[in-house]
Nanobody
Framework: QVQLVESGGGLVQAGGSLRLSCAAS????????MAWFRQAPGKEREFVAG????????GYEASVKGRFTISREITKATMYLQMNSLKPEETGVYYC??????????????????WGQGAQVTVSS
C-alpha cells in the first residue's frame, strides 16, 4: 500500500500563491504517474496537473498552464504543486494521487490507485 499526505493548503487572496506538498510512504516503488486533482463544492473532481515517474514529463489542465508548476523529488517520494496568480474559482479541495499503471490517461481519476485525504485551498476575491 501507498499512503499520501497533502500539506500546504490555506487561505489566500486572489493573485496570491500557495505551494502544496504531497508526501508518499509505504510501497512507493510501485508509483508511476502522480497527479493533483481538485474538487470544488458541488462539482466533480477534476485534473489539475500530472507528472511521470522520472519527473521529465508533465501535463496541465489548460487554465493553469503558465501559473502552476508540478514537480517531484524521487529520493524524498514527495510531489509539489506551486500555484501562482490564484483565482477565486480555483477554490476547492486539492487531492494528491498516484497510479501504479504503466499506461494511463492523466485526466481520469479512476486510473489512480492511491489518494490523499485532501488539502483545502480557499482563494478570496
Amino acid at each position: 500500500q501507498v499512503q499520501l499526505v497533502e500539506s500546504g493548503g490555506g487561505l489566500v487572496q486572489a493573485g496570491g500563491s500557495l505551494r502544496l506538498s504531497c508526501a508518499a510512504s509505504g510501497r512507493t516503488f510501485v508509483m508511476n504517474v502522480m497527479a493533483w486533482f481538485r474538487q470544488a463544492p458541488g462539482k466533480e473532481r477534476e485534473f489539475v496537473a500530472g507528472i511521470d515517474r522520472s519527473g521529465g514529463s508533465t501535463g496541465y489542465e489548460a487554465s493553469v498552464k503558465g501559473r502552476f508548476t508540478i514537480s517531484r523529488e524521487i529520493t524524498k517520494a514527495t510531489m509539489y504543486l506551486q500555484m501562482n496568480s490564484l483565482k477565486p474559482e480555483e477554490t476547492g479541495v486539492y487531492y494528491c494521487a498516484a497510479s501504479s499503471r504503466s499506461r494511463i490517461t492523466w485526466q481520469r481519476p479512476d486510473h489512480f490507485d492511491y489518494w490523499g485525504q485532501g488539502a483545502q485551498v480557499t482563494v478570496s476575491s
